[in-house]
């Protein structure tokens, strides 16, 4: 059973920084690609920033410059760095770890997701 657990999030002003962290547990022999997306009220579901098992990156339109996306594979762990936040950044940040390995199975996996509010 694989598990990702985010932590890092909560209410900043703008102009503020958080860090949001997401650790894969679990019996896992390599993830592919590891991605952040984040989903406000009402609102689809979309791509913040992925990074793939060598370490490129892709960003959103609106977050770069801004946000920084890391992983340390050793750890199974992804992070995003988010700097200068904007009250449009407040959302519901889900990290998400595609093509996991497993002993019998290779599959796409969810965290529960973690609030980030900015006050302007």
């Known amino acids: 059973q694989v598990q990702l657990v985010e932590s890092g999030g909560g209410l900043v002003q703008a102009g503020g920084s958080l860090r949001l962290s997401c650790a894969a547990s679990?019996?896992?022999?390599?993830?592919?690609?590891m991605n952040w997306y984040r989903q406000g009220p009402g609102k689809e579901r979309d791509l913040v920033a992925g990074?793939?098992?060598?370490?490129?990156?892709n960003y959103a339109d609106s977050v770069k410059d801004r946000f920084t996306i890391s992983r340390d594979n050793a750890k199974n762990t992804v992070y995003l760095q988010m700097n200068s936040l904007k009250p449009e950044d407040t959302s519901v940040y889900y990290c998400?770890?595609?093509?996991?390995?497993?002993?019998?199975?290779?599959?796409?996996?969810w965290g529960q997701g973690t609030q980030v509010t900015v006050s302007s």
């Open positions: 990074i793939s098992s060598f370490g490129s990156t």
């Open positions: 998400n770890a595609e093509g996991v390995r497993t002993p019998g199975s290779r599959g796409n996996y």
């Open positions: 679990g019996r896992i022999f390599s993830i592919n690609a």
